[in-house]
């Protein structure tokens, strides 16, 4: 599926997908009691595949993104069997961006196939499923208060994988509860970069990543 068709279907103003979902509410951030993953990005020895379009180094993981184009990135090296927390930290740029979207994948099987929760700079949210090389929109374009909007503000994106039922939670306020069907066997995360401006390059940059139980 071409990066447009996608983009033009997150962005379009209409509810996809019949997964039930629970209210918002506070909670904290990655505060297990055993850390299984953790990348500051001071190298790019953290299992996440290299590219033209990835960069890690110096306390930063960034996606140079085209116009219109979507980079997603499963960790190469870890593999999730069991309930988790993952909180990724994400930096929008410092000068004026067009449209941008920053992502955490979860349930990934492989590029092909995994689900994806993510941000956007104009203060919405959404999540996705790519199955088969094909994307499903579950929740598109919802206004959140809690999603920084800001040149150069962090926003911590948390999902909560508790057996089939996931938590989706921006800066410690809980958006959204999803209850599907995780991959058998274990299952792989990652990271996304939405560059939605359709004439200029624009970048997405991630400070850290963690992951407990």
């Excluded at 379009?12 to 997964?19: D, I, K, N, P, S």
């Excluded at 055993?34 to 379009?53: C, I, K, P, T, Y």
Aim: proline share 2%.
């Amino acid at each position: 599926m071409k990066n447009s068709r996608r983009h033009a279907s997150i962005l379009a103003a209409c509810l996809l997908g019949a997964l039930l979902f629970g209210p918002a509410a506070a909670n904290a951030a990655c505060d297990g009691s055993n850390e299984v993953f953790s990348d500051d990005f001071q190298d790019d020895a953290g299992g996440w595949a290299l590219n033209r379009a990835v960069k890690i180094a110096d306390g930063t993981f960034t996606f140079d993104l085209q116009p219109d184009e979507m980079q997603a990135n499963l960790n190469v090296s870890h593999t999730i069997d069991q309930d988790v927390k993952i909180c990724a930290d994400a930096v929008w740029p410092e000068e004026e961006p067009g449209i941008l979207g920053a992502g955490i994948l979860f349930w990934g099987e492989d590029a092909k196939n995994y689900f994806q929760f993510g941000v956007l700079n104009t203060g919405k949210y959404w999540i996705a499923r790519k199955e088969n090389d094909r994307w499903q929109v579950i929740v598109q374009n919802v206004t959140s208060d809690a999603i920084k909007t800001g040149k150069g503000e962090t926003n911590t994106l948390r999902i909560e994988a508790n057996g089939d039922q996931v938590g989706f939670y921006v800066n410690g306020e809980k958006l959204r509860e999803l209850r599907g069907q995780q991959p058998k066997g274990g299952w792989r995360f990652g990271l996304s970069g939405d560059n939605f401006d359709r004439q200029s390059a624009e970048a997405i940059t991630f400070s850290s990543v963690t992951v407990t139980n």
